[in-house]
T-cell receptor, first 114, second 113 residues
Framework: KQEVTQIPAALSVPEGENLVLNCSFT??????LQWFRQDPGKGLTSLLL?????REQTSGRLNASLDKSSGRSTLYIAASQPGDSATYLC?????????????FGPGTRLSVLP | DTEVTQTPKHLVMGMTNKKSLKCEQH?????MYWYKQKAKKPPELMFV???????INESVPSRFSPECPNSSLLNLHLHALQPEDSALYLC????????????FGEGSRLTVL
């Protein structure tokens, strides 16, 4: 059964720093991996989707990488801003069991201080 | 348009009430999902509809009753809920079940008194 963890659970950084959020999964046979952000009390906003055949995806100041063999993905945020403060979740769609839907990590709560 | 719309945004109900949550998408997606999210936890899958047929029911109590009237609409009927059912209920959609990017709505915050 696929399990997803995220480290750290919480992170506080000063504005302007570059930072890395980590996502680990136990079964390397994945279909794709998606990163989301969630503001308090709101829904999840899709940030980046990486297919299993891809190594990375970029959108603006965000870059997500995928290393299936080691069961890891990282989300790199460049030049962080206070507006980046949110909870970031990664979700893995398993490949082995086609019927299994996205498995979510617990999230990293990010605070960017002005 | 990559929008999933949920109504109402907030709902307060007593344990004997009957209410419904609604979800709509116009992206042509054929898979729609209901998730439940408690504070500081990731979303938990409740139901999946694929091509308007119930595909997955994650052992959800019968006081939650999903309905998919057509490919754009998804409802969640609520009856005789318990206070522990208070949570953020999220609707999502994807091109097909098991593939593609997942898009979420803003959620319906439910409080059961």
């Amino acid at each position: 059964k696929q399990e997803v963890t995220q480290i750290p659970a919480a992170l506080s950084v000063p504005e302007g720093e570059n930072l890395v959020l980590n996502c680990s999964f136990t079964d390397s046979a994945i279909y794709n991996l998606q990163w989301f952000r969630q503001d308090p009390g709101k829904g999840l906003t899709s940030l980046l989707l990486i297919q299993s055949s891809q190594r990375e995806q970029t959108s603006g100041r965000l870059n997500a990488s995928l290393d299936k063999s080691s069961g890891r993905s990282t989300l790199y945020i460049a030049a962080s801003q206070p507006g980046d403060s949110a909870t970031y979740l990664c979700a893995v769609r398993p490949g082995r069991n086609y019927g299994q839907n996205f498995v979510f990590g617990p999230g990293t709560r990010l605070s960017v201080l002005p | 348009d990559t929008e999933v719309t949920q109504t109402p945004k907030h709902l307060v109900m007593g344990m004997t009430n009957k209410k419904s949550l609604k979800c709509e998408q116009h992206m042509g997606h054929r898979a729609m999902y209901w998730y439940k999210q408690k504070a500081k936890k990731p979303p938990e899958l409740m139901f999946v509809y694929s091509y308007e047929k119930l595909s997955i029911n994650e052992s959800v109590p019968s006081r939650f009753s999903p309905e998919c009237p057509n490919s754009s609409l998804l409802n969640l009927h609520l009856h005789a809920l318990q206070p522990e059912d208070s949570a953020l209920y999220l609707c999502a959609s994807s091109r097909e079940e098991g593939t593609g990017e997942l898009f979420f709505g803003e959620g319906s915050r439910l409080t059961v008194l």
